[in-house]
Nanobody, 122 residues
């Protein structure tokens, strides 16, 4: 069983930046595509970004493209989400997930972290 633990969330002003980390244990991170999802109160969980296992290709939702960057350090069993130019609508609980295919779809992912809260507010 793979365990994923997110960290790095917090309160930030609009226009600010945060970097989230997702540390894996139990399975080798390098074998899995890793995605970041977020869920705002009263809304469905949505895919934000994904990084493939094979060549490190990245995919982003239109809402974060150009502002967020995902990267991975397989030696540290860690995936990162750098979030810049944050907006209030980026507020939510952010989850990392490991799955079988690179995708922004919830159903493609088998292992999930517990989430970290990101709040963008002045």
């Amino acid at each position: 069983q793979m365990q994923l633990v997110e960290s790095g969330g917090g309160l930030v002003q609009p226009g600010g930046s945060l970097r989230l980390s997702c540390v894996a244990s139990g399975h080798t991170l390098a074998y899995y595509p890793i995605a970041w999802f977020r869920q705002a109160p009263g809304k469905e969980r949505e895919g934000v970004s994904c990084i493939s296992s094979e060549d490190g290709s990245t995919y982003y939702s239109d809402s974060v493209k150009g502002r967020f960057t995902t990267s991975r350090d397989n030696a540290k069993e860690t995936v990162y989400l750098q979030m810049n130019s944050l907006k209030p609508e980026d507020t939510g609980v952010y989850y990392c997930a490991a799955g079988g295919l690179p995708s922004l779809e919830v159903h493609e992912y088998d292992f999930w972290g517990q989430g970290t809260q990101v709040t963008v507010s002045s």
